[in-house]
């Protein structure tokens, strides 16, 4: 069974940092590509990273980029989330995410498993 479990989310001064993890319990989990969303109340769920399943390609939305990093160690089943240079508008619920292939993909149907997400709350 698919399980993904997020943490390392709580309150954080505003050009702080935090990093997150999100441990997988996956079958073959070193050949799929890994992402990380966030939703705020009212909005729908945004993307904000991809790993590919090597770790050697990434992709960032335009709000996030210079300021979060992932990554991952398939020999842990774990995926990572840096977030540095936080701002009030990081506020949100953070989801890790499953794709079932191995490419970078920032849509959200192109994930098939999701965590029940850890929140990042930004204080100014």
């Known amino acids: 069974q698919v399980q993904l479990v997020e943490s390392g989310g709580g309150l954080v001064q505003a050009g702080g940092s935090l990093r997150l993890s999100c441990a997988a319990s996956i079958p073959r989990f070193s050949t799929i590509s890994m992402a990380w969303f966030r939703r705020t109340p009212g909005k729908e769920r945004e993307f904000i990273t991809a790993?590919?399943?090597?770790?050697?390609?990434?992709y960032y939305a335009d709000s996030v980029k210079g300021r979060f990093t992932i990554s991952r160690d398939n020999a842990e089943n774990t995926v990572y989330l840096q977030m540095d240079s936080l701002k009030p508008d990081d506020t949100a619920i953070y989801y890790c995410?499953?794709?079932?292939?191995?490419?970078?993909?920032?849509?959200?149907?192109?994930?098939?498993?999701w965590g029940q997400g850890t929140q990042v709350t930004l204080s100014s």
């Open positions: 790993i590919s399943w090597s770790g050697s390609s990434s």
């Open positions: 995410a499953a794709a079932s292939h191995p490419y970078v993909h920032p849509e959200l149907g192109s994930y098939d498993s």
